[in-house]
C-alpha cells in the first residue's frame, strides 16, 4: 500500500513514519512517498526517517520527490500536511494581528484566516489532481485550519478527504487518565468544529464520569485544561473545552500575554526549525537525535503563554508525546482492512449538528469502516456553543467564498464577521497588511 505524504519536509513527518514502523499486519503501507517543494527539507527529513529505519525489518520504502504529480500517481492515501508560505508566513500573520491589538494564533482569529486564504487556493489544487490523478485515493487533511482547508478539498473529493486534529484526542486522553479510566475502553462525547469543540461526556461502560471530574476541584485541577480554564468556569460551562477555546473566553488576556512575549510561536518555531534542518541536512550529522532533541523543546512550549496567563505550570510528561500520527494510522487501518473503530474527525456534517447544512465540516466521533468515516449522532450543544460554532463556520464559508471569488470585499467581510476581531475599520487594515506581506494573497482584487 502506497501513502504520500504533502509536506513531505515538514518537521512532524517522522511521526507519522514512526506510527508506520510500528504496524506489522497484513495491508500495511509498504512505500511512502514524501513531496515537497523544498529539496533540502526533504533530505533533512529522508535521513531522519532512515535513521529511524535502521533495525527494522520490512521498513516501509521511502522515496522522496518535488514533483506533485509524480507523487500523487498510484497513491492509496495522501496525507496533506502542507504549510502554504511556510514558517515565515506564520510568524507574519502573527505579528500583522498583534499589531492591530488582535489574537495572531495560527488556526484562530486573524492569523487563522490569513492562513485560510492562503492555503485554500492550493488545497483546492490539490484536491483537484487528486481527483485526476488519483481518484481512489483517500485523503487525510492535517494541514491548518484543517476543518476550513478540508471543507475546501471536499467540494471536489466528497467523502474521500478527512481531517484529523491531535487536540481532541489529547483532551480526551487527559480526561480519561485523571478520572483513572482506561482510554481506549472510554468513549467521548466531543461535538464542535476544528479547535473549537467541547467534551459534553466521557463514558466507560455505558456510564458518564464527567460530573465526578466537574463536581472534583482537585481533579480538575490536575491536568491541563482544568489550570488553563479554571475549575469554575468549567463547571459553569458543564464541560470541559478543547484548549483552543483559551483564545475565545480568555482574549483579551492572551492577546496581552502574546503582545508581551520576547517573540511569537512562529517567530520561534522559524528559527528553532531553521537551526534543525541546516544540522540535520549536514552528511555524518545525527539527524535523528537532532529531531528528537528539537521536537522535545517545541512540545514542552506549545501554548506557553496561555498557560502562563492562566498560571497553569508546565506540560505533563504524557501530553508531549503528539498523538495525530496515531488517529493517522488508526484511520488508514479502519478504511483499508475494513477494521471499524471510532475516531473524532472532522467530516462533512450530514445533520450532524441541526444548526449546520449537509456540508459544513464539523469535528465530531465517527465509525470508520471500509467505506470511510461516518458521523455519529450527536445531541444538540447549548446556546452558548452553537452560536460561537455558528458564527466561526460563517466565517470559514466568507473565507471559502472569497478564496473562489478572488474578491477583496469578501475577505474583508471574513475578518469583520469573526467574534475575536470587533471593528470593520481593523479588518480592512488587516486585508491591508496582509495583502502587503504576503505574495500568496496577490489574488484578492
Known sequence: MRLTILGGGG?????????????????????????????????????????????VPDAPRVTAT??????????DFVFSAIRVGGLRGRAADESVALAEDVLGQETVGAGGIAYGLRTVPVAVGIAQRVARLAPDAWVINFTNPAG?????????????????????????????????????????????????????????????????????????????????????????????????????????????????????????????????????????????????????????????ENRRTAGAGEREDDDLSGGYEKVALALMRAVARDERTTLILNVRNRGTLSVLDADAVVEVPCLVDAGGAHPLAADPLPGHATGLVCSVKAVEREVLAAAESGSRATAVKAFALHPLIDSVGVARSLVEAYTEVHPGLAYLE
Open 11 to 55: 518537521f512532524r513527518v517522522p511521526l507519522v513514519y514512526g506510527a508506520l514502523l510500528t504496524d506489522r499486519a497484513e495491508g500495511r503501507v509498504t512505500e511512502v512517498v514524501l513531496h515537497d517543494l523544498d529539496a533540502g527539507r526533504l533530505y533533512a527529513v529522508s535521513r531522519v526517517l532512515d535513521a529511524q529505519a535502521v533495525g
Open 148 to 304: 476550513l482547508v478540508t471543507e475546501a478539498m471536499s467540494r471536489y473529493l466528497g467523502d474521500r478527504v478527512i481531517g484529523i486534529c491531535d487536540s481532541p484526542v489529547g483532551l480526551g486522553r487527559r480526561i480519561a487518565r485523571v478520572l483513572g479510566a482506561d482510554p481506549g475502553r472510554a468513549s467521548v462525547d466531543y461535538v464542535g468544529l476544528n479547535h473549537l469543540g467541547w467534551v459534553r461526556a466521557l463514558r466507560v461502560d455505558g456510564r458518564d464520569q464527567l460530573p465526578r471530574l466537574l463536581a472534583d476541584p482537585a481533579l480538575l485541577g490536575s491536568f491541563e485544561e482544568g489550570r488553563l480554564f479554571g475549575a469554575d468556569w468549567l463547571r459553569s460551562l458543564g464541560a470541559i473545552p478543547n484548549e483552543y477555546l483559551h483564545y475565545y473566553y480568555f482574549n483579551r488576556e492572551a492577546v496581552r500575554a502574546y503582545q508581551q512575549a520576547e517573540k511569537t510561536r512562529g517567530a520561534f518555531l522559524l528559527e528553532q526549525q531553521a537551526r534543525f534542518y541546516e544540522e540535520a541536512g549536514r552528511p555524518g550529522a545525527p539527524a535523528l537525535d537532532l529531531w528528537n532533541r528539537t521536537r522535545a523543546e517545541r512540545e514542552a512550549t506549545y501554548m506557553a
Open 66 to 75: 518535488t514533483d506533485l504529480d509524480e507523487a500523487l500517481r498510484g497513491a
